[in-house]
């Protein structure tokens, strides 16, 4: 119910905050130097994911480790010399990975590294945002700045679905190893049993907020490059969130090997899964005794979250090209 009021306060706002500054830019008196002008815009780059399985704790380690890609399809309305609003769609991937991001320094980061937890998920975004341009354009889009930095803000409805990898061989049991499967539906957490939560929503919603630049090619095009983040409304675009792991004898089916992975063998998202759980073998059997209750302790604890202060968020790059739309030249009034 918490998710369910979450979207639809946040669509109601979304709507709210979209017409209202469309009518308040449109409402404005016309500057009679400035023309109006439209672009569409086209553009690729990166992603990378905040939460659970990459923390905001080390946001320099997170920029570097899994980036995925993005691409995106836009159009955009330059009211004046310096406000403009923008309509986007992005189709952008994330993924995140306890072993990968811990394998280096497992000590340190023992907790996430037993939970052996992985994902993928494929991100649909759509966002309005107002954007800010510091170097005000000419009369007309002809006349507009060679070089534009901009800030930019909005609201963003986004759908997804986490994946993961089903365990390699020989934790896969009855089941084919390495496949991916939706996590949603598998209630890893043990969503809707008594006394847990219900079913997280994959729909929700982001707050964008980021900068970028604009090169005039010429009459016709731009080039861009920006970046933004996206704080999102859930905790589960990675499918952790402050739960604990199900009760295996409500899980079913596949679900029963996809929510507790902590004593799996191998790390399963690798296409040459390599050995992970001997290494905590290893650690325990030559490890001081503040080392082996350490380990004990990851490998029984009940939370497969070890924050919970911040919901997840991701961050895009975008290299972009801009087609200026053609318009009507606004001729000064003659007297």
Not at 14 to 26: I, R, Y
Request: charged share 20%.
């Amino acid at each position: 119910m918490n998710n369910y009021r979450q979207v639809v306060t946040g669509a109601a706002v979304f709507c709210l905050l979209a017409g209202s500054v469309t009518e308040s830019l449109a409402q404005r008196r016309p500057n009679p130097r400035f023309a109006p002008y439209s672009s569409v815009t086209f553009g690729v780059g990166t992603s990378t994911y905040f939460g659970d399985l990459a923390g905001y704790r080390q946001p320099l380690r997170t920029l570097t480790t899994l980036p995925r890609w993005n691409v995106g399809l836009g159009y955009t309305r330059q009211f004046t010399p310096h406000f403009a609003a923008r309509a986007m769609f992005t189709w952008a991937r994330i993924t995140g990975d306890d072993y990968t991001f811990n394998k280096n320094n497992i000590e340190k980061n023992l907790v996430q590294y037993a939970r052996n937890l992985h994902f993928r998920n494929d991100l649909k975004e759509f966002a309005v945002t107002g954007i800010y341009n510091f170097i005000e354009d000419g009369r007309n889009s002809n006349s507009r700045a060679k070089i534009t930095p901009y800030i930019f803000a909005g609201l963003a409805l986004v759908a997804h679905s986490p994946e993961a990898r089903t365990p390699a061989s020989p934790d896969n049991g009855d089941y084919e190893a390495r496949k991916w499967v939706k996590l949603q539906p598998l209630h890893t957490e043990g969503q809707g049993q008594p006394g847990r939560d219900k079913p997280y929503s994959l729909v929700t919603l982001a707050v964008p907020v980021g900068i970028g630049v604009r090169y005039k090619l010429n009459e016709s095009f731009n080039i861009g490059a920006e970046i933004g983040f996206r704080y999102t409304f859930t905790d589960y675009l990675d499918d952790v969130g402050s739960g604990s792991y199900a009760d295996p004898a409500t899980a079913s089916g596949v679900g029963t090997i996809m929510s507790d992975r902590r004593f799996e063998q191998n790390a399963a998202r690798y296409k040459n899964p390599p050995s992970r759980y001997e290494v905590l073998r290893n650690m325990f059997d030559n490890g001081t005794p503040a080392m082996q209750a350490a380990i004990s302790d990851a490998l029984t604890r009940s939370t497969r979250s070890d924050d919970g202060k911040f919901n997840d968020g991701y961050l895009l790059t975008n290299f972009s090209i801009h087609y200026i739309i053609p318009g009507r030249i606004k001729c000064p009034p003659t007297k």
